[in-house]
């Protein structure tokens, strides 16, 4: 559809599309800001100001963040939980779905009934934690990823998504022998794949934004994940990062800053281009059809 | 052995005289699903564990819970720690706290997503529109955590680049971080800087069910953009608004219990501390367990009892509803 070029038309077209320019920028300068002051070498940084590229380039902030032991393994500890959790959420997601997508199943609107009652109401912080505390699990970094196997909304998605498969490809794998779990792995999940991949990336930038349940769960510092000694480094603005004393090094701390910031962020942005083909696909399904 | 088998083999002749058929296959029926519920096992032990078994803790709001006695053997408290928590001056604050921020968000961050996805609807250039919601959705998938550090290190008064700014241009610099008084303003801004761009997916798929030919008619009667706008656009987004805002009023006390945490401070915790953050201090660092527990079972009842409410309104006002 085209407008006419009336001038009304082309001032309305031009503040909008003006509009729309600033408000994309002010979403990624700040993120052009951190990457550039990461980089950027410390006697430029300390004399202030907005850095949007780097006028001298310097790694010693990077160089600062692998000669330290707390930054490489709470990086290591940030994989290990995406990478478990993910294929736990995955795993337990699929399989829980998959029968709640069969219409025919006896008891399978109150299983539904179970899961959609967890959305609207649940017991909350305390007795949460006394739950997995029971489990033994404090301190472990199960406690980053059992808790958290299936997310509802995520459930319910994919049920949805399987129930469009045709009933007909099933019932010929049940004639050439196939049981359910052979037709869920063998048919179902490769049918579903795209499905399968969005809530796989949804799921594994839950587990590395992960902050508030390694608060909550782990005690030791060796075993925090990458967002809480960003917290530690950056909002608390603590100089000593467990081993090293940032000051004593004479870097720059807002370019540690800016470094780790970086690195808490960046399995993101790499992941992002390949997530953006499907989730509005996919959020749009869930949202529609509940 | 050879007995066993003779008994066994008499009593599944009884039962199967006995039983009436329907049951037989009723039981026929599980038995040819058996992988399916085996499939089903995990899942449902984890909402079993994960989720009821809280719910049932919910008791120990009730108790005077001692951990080594667990829930079935705590002594009971009636409601002594809803009194004490009713009774204490912090209540009024968290109270004020949790509902202002409840209702800056709804006012300042919810129209927001809305106006966005019109604007960007608007735009007929394919590739424009793309690379905007690109950058849009970008904030969305970073932490809190990231999120927070990034305007602490922009808005600080030691060298942050916005102050800075500000002070070339007025001389003077604001502590935007500490000052309680900038806290609501500063969490609402975090709010919608992160999840503006991610709002808008479901008003644009919405948006894009409407059908192009009540625009031609329009424009036929002679409708300009604002006209078009008013008329056509808003009306086709009606019900999901609607939708929205009760979900949003379902989530109402919940202002984002990670970001407010991230961003309390010891200067501005009058303004700052929510029912959850409360909840959090008095149950897990102080460990008071049955006292929290009231706190957190009042705020879910407060958060049901809004989703209900609303969802009737919705309902009288002849829209859908969620539920």
């Not at chain 2, 309680?180 to 919608?192: A, D, K």
Request: with cysteine.
């Amino acid at each position: 559809m085209t407008y006419d070029k009336t001038w009304s038309n082309r001032i309305f077209d031009g503040v909008n599309y003006t509009l729309l320019t600033l408000i994309g920028l002010v979403c990624i300068i700040p993120f052009i800001y951190v990457l550039a002051v990461s980089f950027t070498a410390p006697h430029i940084v300390a004399q202030g100001g907005f850095i949007l590229y780097p006028k001298e380039i310097s790694l010693s902030a990077y160089k600062y963040i692998f000669s330290t032991n707390t930054l490489v393994r709470s990086l290591g500890v940030s994989v290990y939980v995406t990478v478990v959790g993910t294929l736990i959420n995955l795993v337990f997601t699929s399989l829980l779905a998959y029968p709640l997508s069969r219409p025919h199943l006896k008891g399978r609107s109150l299983m539904l009934l179970a899961v959609l009652f967890t959305m609207l109401f649940n017991g909350g912080l305390i007795p949460t934690y006394y739950v997995v505390k029971s489990l033994g699990m404090i301190d472990s970094l199960w406690s980053l990823m059992i808790p958290s196997a299936i997310s509802a909304f995520n459930l319910i998605v994919l049920k949805n998504f399987f129930q469009q498969i045709p009933d007909g490809l099933e019932d010929s794998a049940k004639i050439d022998g196939c049981n359910d779990l052979g037709i869920l792995f063998r048919i179902v999940i490769p049918l579903s794949l795209p499905a399968i991949a969005t809530f796989g990336l949804f799921y594994a930038v839950d587990h590395w934004n992960k902050f508030f349940s390694a608060v909550m769960y782990i005690n030791t510092n060796t075993k925090w994940p990458i967002q809480v000694v960003l917290r530690e480094i950056v909002i608390n603005a603590s100089s000593r990062i467990g081993d090293t004393n940032i000051e004593e090094m004479n870097i720059q701390p807002l370019t540690i800053k800016m470094a780790v910031i970086v690195f808490a962020t960046l399995p993101i942005i790499a992941v992002y281009p390949f997530l953006q083909k499907h989730f509005a696909k996919g959020v749009m399904l869930g949202s529609v059809k509940g | 052995m050879k007995g066993g088998c003779a008994v066994n083999t008499q009593a599944n002749a009884e039962i199967r005289t006995k039983e009436s058929a329907y049951k037989l296959r009723w039981l026929k029926e599980l038995a040819k699903d058996r992988w399916l519920y085996l499939m089903a096992l995990p899942g449902l032990a984890y909402f079993l564990i994960f989720k009821y078994v809280p719910m049932y803790g919910i008791i120990m709001a009730f108790q005077d819970f001692k951990p080594h006695l667990g829930f079935l053997n705590s002594p009971w408290a009636g409601l002594k720690h809803f009194e004490r928590f009713f009774g204490e001056d912090q209540f009024w604050m968290l109270f004020r706290n949790t509902f202002l921020l409840a209702i800056y968000n709804l006012i300042f961050f919810f129209p927001l997503p809305i106006v966005l996805a019109l604007m960007l609807n608007e735009v007929r250039r394919e590739r424009f529109k793309r690379f905007v919601q690109t950058l849009v959705y970008i904030p969305h998938f970073v932490s809190w955590v990231v999120v927070v550090g990034i305007f602490y290190i922009l808005f600080t008064t030691e060298g942050g680049a916005v102050n800075e700014l500000l002070f070339k241009f007025t001389g003077q610099k604001i502590p935007f971080l500490l000052e309680p008084e900038w806290f609501r303003t500063m969490i609402v801004t975090q709010s919608i800087w992160k999840e503006v761009g991610w709002g808008t997916i479901i008003f644009l798929a919405a948006l894009a069910g409407v059908d192009l030919q009540l625009y031609e008619a329009a424009r036929m009667d002679g409708a300009g953009r604002w006209r078009q706008l008013w008329h056509i656009t808003l009306p086709a987004i009606r019900s999901t608004i609607v939708i929205l805002l009760i979900l949003r009023l379902g989530n109402f006390l919940d202002s984002g219990f990670e970001h407010i945490f991230l961003m309390l401070t010891s200067t501005n915790r009058e303004v700052g501390e929510v029912f959850d953050t409360y909840v959090y201090v008095k149950g897990l660092t102080q460990g008071q367990y049955s006292y929290s527990a009231a706190v957190g079972l009042f705020k879910s009842v407060v958060g049901l009892l809004l989703v209900l409410v609303a969802n009737w309104m919705a309902k009288r006002f002849g829209e859908e509803g969620v539920y």
